[in-house]
């Protein structure tokens, strides 16, 4: 229950790589939805090992087709990225001192 809030920064890491990404964890917490925002794969639920398993042999199978993994091309995660919060943030303390 309380992992809903929390979020391992390695989340921010991976978006900007473009690389299928496999998030296990609440599916109704915070990092499901950056994930949804971001338009990327959504989180598994920690007890789902049927999707873990088709989300594993799907990149599998790309890999297999192409002979490389797939790439995801939207750039819906710069809003995640380090710059830009620290901007948004800056916004916020500026109109609390104002």
Known sequence: EDNKLLMTGKV???????TELMG???V?????????T?????????????????????A??????HGKERKHSGDEYKQFAASNITRQ?????EDLVT
């Open 28 to 36: 109704d917490g915070s990092a499901q939805d950056v994930m949804k």
């Open 12 to 18: 921010f890491e991976y978006l900007p790589t473009g």
């Open 38 to 58: 971001a338009n990327r794969n959504s989180i598994i639920d920690y007890s789902d090992k049927e999707s873990m398993k088709q989300r594993i042999q799907s």
């Open 24 to 26: 296990i964890g609440p």
């Open 60 to 65: 599998y199978h790309y890999w297999n087709q």
């Open 89 to 93: 943030l800056a916004r916020l303390l």
